[in-house]
């Protein structure tokens, strides 16, 4: 089993959901990020994604676009992040790591080169946001070499014959966008996103993480009670953006909340 997936199994022997963490690496600044990456731990986390800094991030909402453009101001490419990764497993050898992004950098590197540079540093897991099932047997092929696992989006207006393919090919975790639109969108209905998630479940075993319209705890606890997992970005990187000088208290203590909320509908 990979490290997501023995996570996964252990929180489900514990009863509770994974949080999953999202920010940009390097922003608000490089020398930030695994300092950050050690407080999101403590702040509860039990999977990182790590984004990979891009210049047309077209998934994303405004908050991570700008921290985007702030990392690669500060000259952060695909290697640096590698680094951090590296640096990251120097002391923690539990959390997995999944490095999130868009096909350009990987294609820059060479797939090949990517995967098991990406083994190298400690990396579990990989989700391309502009990698469709349709064009990424070859990478998962490649990743699965690496023992990466391969993590794909799945969207409310996913067909049925989508899915099938997306079960075949996804590993560790699905990732379910909740919302049409971009990240940092708001309104998320936790009753259509439980019908959307029992409909998926008829075609995988892979948990299901719902991400996009997480703000605060009482959103991160509706969604816990439906999926199997919460995964919380822009309002993370947000918080961290508003006060760079103390982002890594910040993003600790900002993640302790959403933890703390989401165990407290376990209790429930």
């Known amino acids: 089993m990979s490290r997501i997936s023995d996570t996964f199994a252990r929180l489900e022997k514990q009863g509770r959901k994974a949080l999953i963490p999202f920010f940009t690496a390097g922003d608000p600044d490089p020398a930030s990020c695994v300092p950050v990456m050690h407080a999101l731990v403590a ?85 391309v946001v502009d990698y469709p099932p349709e064009e990424a047997q070859k990478l998962v092929g490649i990743l699965d070499g690496a023992g990466l696992d391969t993590v794909f989006l799945l969207s409310p207006t996913t067909s049925d014959a989508r899915l099938r393919e997306v079960a075949e090919l996804g590993r560790g975790y699905l990732y379910y966008v909740s919302l049409k639109g971009v990240t940092g969108a708001a309104n998320i209905d936790t009753a259509e996103v439980a019908k959307r998630l029992n409909h998926i479940r008829g075609f995988t075993k892979l948990p299901v993480g719902v991400g996009f319209g997480i703000r605060d705890g009482e959103t991160a606890r509706a969604v816990a009670q439906v999926s199997d997992a919460v995964v919380i970005g822009s309002r993370l990187v947000q918080e961290m953006a508003d006060d760079p000088a103390q982002a890594v208290a910040k993003a600790q203590g900002f993640l302790s909340g959403i933890r703390a909320a989401m165990d407290r509908a376990k209790a429930a």
Do not use: C
Request: aromatic share 6%; net charge negative; charged share 25%.
């Open 43 to 127: 702040g509860g986390a039990d999977v990182i994604e790590l984004g990979v800094p891009f210049s047309d991030p077209m998934a994303d909402g405004p908050v991570i676009q700008r921290s985007s453009e702030r990392a690669l101001k500060h000259g952060v490419t695909l290697r640096d992040v590698l680094g951090w990764v590296a640096e990251f497993r120097k002391t923690n050898s539990d959390t997995p790591v999944v490095l999130m992004g868009y096909a350009n950098p990987i294609e820059a590197m060479g797939e090949e080169k990517f995967a098991q540079a990406a083994r190298a540093a400690g990396a579990d897991g990989v989700l």
